[in-house]
């Protein structure tokens, strides 16, 4: 299952099955889930850990040292969940010691060709990012983001569950959960109405957060009164997620 021209590392702990393509380099202190798929030509530095099932196609850099100056070779770690999908050229990097030493990524992603995750950045489950999307260092996207080709978030940023933005964003500023968001700068475009819908969100869960969105961004009030009325008026768990995306904010929200 491992081509005659890899290099895998006698450190590395890779399952019985895993299939490693010719001319693939796998370092100490990796760690690779049974079921998994490594494609020719991809590098994966530790300490990394990589859950079942992970396919990852040709050129990847995976788990290699950080982009931050401030990093010094401290053994910082990238750990992944089941079922991503990890296209050609991706570059995914690990964390800092200086932050929470860990980049962190859930399961059943697909990073589309080039894409970029800098340090520290902690991603959800079920996320699409599409081509040459990226993210600078300490980011976080929650569950069910889309993230169109092109698009770049600025370092401690938060991308809410559900929300999805254009082609060729530029976000500088933390994304509600389930908005609609494009352009440069970002700003907002309404509910992701289409992928609450393919999810299966009731009736009454859309209309709650469509009133909820109304108050936050049209109805002229202070984002603490908006969220006040919230909550006075529904006690759904999607409009408190809603609420909550927006209470944690620190760079204030998108616009």
Do not use: W
């Amino acid at each position: 299952m491992i081509h005659t021209t890899a290099i895998v590392d006698p450190g590395a702990r890779l399952a019985e099955d895993v299939e490693v393509g010719p001319f693939s380099v796998i370092g100490p202190d990796v760690e690779i889930g049974p079921g998994s798929r490594i494609g020719p030509h991809v590098v994966i530095k530790g300490p990394t850990v990589l859950g079942a099932r992970t396919r990852i196609f040709q050129f990847a850099s995976v788990g290699e040292d950080c982009q931050d100056k401030k990093y010094s070779g401290e053994p910082t770690r990238l750990v992944m969940g089941d079922d991503n999908v990890i296209r050609e050229g991706v570059t995914l990097h690990r964390g800092t010691a200086q932050d929470r030493g860990e980049t962190t990524i859930g399961s059943r992603n697909l990073f589309m060709a080039y894409v970029h995750v800098g340090h520290d950045c902690i991603i959800g489950d079920d996320c699409v990012l599409a081509n040459q999307a990226t993210l600078a260092g300490h980011v976080t996207l929650g569950n069910f983001v889309i993230l169109g080709g092109l698009s770049a978030i600025h370092q401690f940023c938060h991308f809410g569950d559900h929300a999805m933005a254009g082609g060729g964003s530029i976000i500088t500023k933390d994304t509600p959960a389930f908005v609609m968001i494009n352009g440069n700068p970002a700003q907002v475009h309404g509910l992701n109405l289409v992928g609450l819908k393919r999810r299966g969100f009731s009736a009454e869960a859309i209309k709650a957060l469509s009133d909820s969105y109304r108050l936050v961004y049209r109805q002229g009030l202070t984002v603490a009164q908006a969220l006040d009325e919230i909550r006075s008026r529904y006690s759904l768990p999607e409009t408190e997620a809603f609420a909550a995306s927006i209470e944690v904010s620190t760079r204030g929200i998108v616009r």
